[in-house]
T-cell receptor, first 116, second 111 residues
Framework: SAVISQKPSRDICQRGTSLTIQCQVDSQVTMMFWYRQQPGQSLTLIATANQGSEATYESGFVIDKFPISRPNLTFSTLTVSNMSPEDSSIYLC?????????????FGSGTRLTVV | GQNIDQPTEMTATEGAIVQINCTYQTSGFNGLFWYQQHAGEAPTFLSYNVLDGLEEKGRFSSFLSRSKGYSYLLLKELQMKDSASYLCAATDYNQGGKLIFGQGTELSVKP
C-alpha cells in the first residue's frame, strides 16, 4: 500500500495566521482526502482533494478557511487560514490506492496543530 | 448520507476475546473498513470487507452482513497493547468514494 509523508508533524501558531500542511505519497493514488480529528473524537472529513481542480468540501467546511491544492496524483496541501483556538486539532491526509491487487486507504502521520 | 454507529467504549481482560460491533446505513455501500488508532498516532488499517462473511487475519477477524448493515471486529487473545481506539468506516459509491468514520470505540484491556 501507499506510504504518505505528512509535514509538519506539529506546530504551535498564533491566532490570525495561516498554516499549510503537506502530504506526499510515494505512489499514485486515485483519491486524496483531508480529515480533522479533535481531541477524543473520531475523524471528520473536511474535503476531497481533486487533482487539477477545486476540492469538494463537506458540509461545514469552506474553501476560504481550508484551501486545498492537489497539483498531481502524489501531492496535496491543506491550508488552515486565519486560525483561531477552535482550529486546534489533528489534521490528517489520506490516500485511496487500488494498485497491486490491494485496495485501501492509507493515512499520513498527522499534524498536531495548537493555536494560541 | 451515511450513518455509522459503534459503542464509544469497551473494557476487556487480557487474554480474553472482545467483539466490537458497528452498524451502518449507506445508500450505495461499497465496503467497510476497520482501523486501529493508538493515542497520538495515525489510524492503521486492520481489515476490509465488501462481501458477506468472516475475514480472519491472525488474532483479528472482521465480519460483514450487508443485508443487516452490520459488521463486527473480533479480537482474540487480547494483549495490553490492543488498548486503542477502533474505528469503523464505510465507503459509499454514491458519495464519490469518501471514507466516513464512526465515532470510534475506545477499548481498554486490563490485566
Amino acid at each position: 500500500s501507499a506510504v504518505i509523508s505528512q509535514k509538519p508533524s506539529r506546530d504551535i501558531c498564533q491566532r490570525g495566521t495561516s498554516l499549510t500542511i503537506q502530504c506526499q505519497v510515494d505512489s499514485q493514488v486515485t483519491m486524496m482526502f483531508w480529515y480533522r480529528q479533535q481531541p477524543g473524537q473520531s475523524l471528520t472529513l473536511i474535503a476531497t482533494a481533486n487533482q487539477g481542480s477545486e476540492a469538494t468540501y463537506e458540509s461545514g467546511f469552506v474553501i476560504d478557511k481550508f484551501p486545498i491544492s492537489r497539483p498531481n496524483l502524489t501531492f496535496s496541501t491543506l491550508t488552515v487560514s486565519n486560525m483561531s483556538p477552535e482550529d486546534s486539532s489533528i489534521y490528517l491526509c489520506s490516500g485511496e490506492s487500488q494498485g497491486g491487487g490491494n485496495y485501501g486507504y492509507t493515512f499520513g502521520s498527522g499534524t498536531r496543530l495548537t493555536v494560541v | 448520507g451515511q450513518n455509522i454507529d459503534q459503542p464509544t467504549e469497551m473494557t476487556a481482560t487480557e487474554g480474553a476475546i472482545v467483539q466490537i460491533n458497528c452498524t451502518y446505513q449507506t445508500s450505495g455501500f461499497n465496503g467497510l473498513f476497520w482501523y486501529q488508532q493508538h493515542a497520538g498516532e495515525a489510524p492503521t488499517f486492520l481489515s476490509y470487507n465488501v462481501l458477506d462473511g468472516l475475514e480472519e487475519k491472525g488474532r483479528f477477524s472482521s465480519f460483514l452482513s450487508r443485508s443487516k448493515g452490520y459488521s463486527y471486529l473480533l479480537l482474540k487473545e487480547l494483549q495490553m497493547k490492543d488498548s486503542a481506539s477502533y474505528l469503523c468506516a464505510a465507503t459509499d459509491y454514491n458519495q464519490g468514494g469518501k471514507l466516513i468514520f464512526g465515532q470510534g470505540t475506545e477499548l481498554s484491556v486490563k490485566p
